[in-house]
């Protein structure tokens, strides 16, 4: 069977360069990551090394993205302009093999004006669904500004993929600051933060009636749904409050995928399906961050019931979510 992976991050050097330029008060710090061992290298190619790596993981299609933090924290016009030139980027990487990649496209959300025109031109160049993340600046994601994009994608059947993303400057001194410069980034990033804060995008999009609104958006979440998939027993207390016509498990069930980013541990899949159902869950490997071998994989995928749900999670919820032609 096909193994399709969705979550497969790149760089375009000239982000990189306008993100680094960035006062120090507006850098995002989490840019380190990019730079450790040969992540800058793996994240800019876009062509033979990446595919002997997927090749050598048994990968069939790789569903790329850009890496955090996108163009969100950059000024609006500079948003808009470098965002129009990684969707174009990307969609040549497609055409250049379009038997192997796909993409989400990446918005100029600083510029909440230009988003759903920026989402309608990269869906016209084949981008099958979007990246975004928690907020721009101080502006959240549930933000009024931006239902005219909710909208748009749920028109253009473009799936929305909320990635994590570095919390807030006041967030991380009052939550986690207070040790070694390095311990302070890790765990406001990939040991908490990054996914608590996805968590905390999601969750308020439902508390807006985001989904009553656009009852057809479809909303992806990384990381085994980002913590949320573990305290919805608790989240589902907030339906009747902020009055919502259905439970936010519900919505959950409904209105959300769930991806794997490499996390190959069968618990935290089998806490998946005991919340959600096997047409909700998809495969994924965050490259180049995580890199599981073939072999890695071809054991994760034993842990499933049937060939039928394996089939599911390895190609054909992602096949049916993104309208793949494969």
């Known amino acids: 069977m096909p193994l399709i992976a969705i979550e497969e991050h790149w760089m375009l050097p000239d982000l990189t360069s306008a993100l680094n330029a960035l006062p120090p008060d507006l850098r995002d710090e989490s840019l380190a990551f990019n730079e450790m061992g040969d992540h800058q290298q793996r994240l800019e190619d876009l062509g033979a090394g990446r595919l002997a790596t997927i090749d050598a993981q048994g990968i069939d299609i ?98 929305v993929f909320i990635h994590p993303q570095l919390p807030a400057p006041a967030v991380r001194d009052a939550s986690y600051r207070g040790f070694d410069p390095l311990t302070d980034l890790g765990l406001a990033t990939f040991g908490w933060g990054w996914h608590l804060d996805a968590a905390i ?22 990381h085994w749904g980002e913590m949320l998939l573990f305290w919805l027993d608790r989240a589902d207390s907030l339906s009747r409050v902020a009055g919502l016509q259905r439970s936010v498990s519900d919505y959950v069930r409904s209105n959300f995928f769930i991806t794997s980013s490499g996390m190959l ?62």
């Open 62 to 159: 790789s569903i790329i993205a850009l890496t955090p933090p996108g163009t969100h924290p950059l000024p609006a016009s500079e948003a808009v302009r470098l965002s129009s030139a990684a969707n174009n980027v990307a969609a040549a990487a497609v055409t250049s093999n379009p038997s192997r990649f796909r993409s989400l496209s990446t918005l100029p959300m600083s510029s909440p004006k230009d988003v759903p025109a920026e989402l309608e031109r990269a869906a016209n160049l084949g981008h099958v669904g979007t990246m975004v993340y928690g907020r721009s600046g101080d502006r959240f994601l549930d933000d009024p500004c931006y239902d005219d994009f909710f909208g748009a994608a749920a028109e253009l059947s473009q799936p």
């Open 201 to 222: 995008a999601a969750l308020r999009l439902i508390l807006r009636g985001t989904f009553d609104r656009h009852p057809d958006l479809q909303v992806v979440l990384g």
């Open 265 to 326: 541990n069968p618990a935290l899949l089998q806490h998946a399906l005991a919340v959600t159902s096997i047409d909700r869950l998809i495969f994924s490997t965050d490259y180049p961050f995580q890199h599981p071998t073939q072999q890695q994989i071809n054991l994760f995928l034993e842990h499933f019931s049937s060939d039928a749900d394996r089939e599911k999670f390895s190609s054909a919820n992602a096949t049916a979510l993104y309208g793949l032609n494969i």
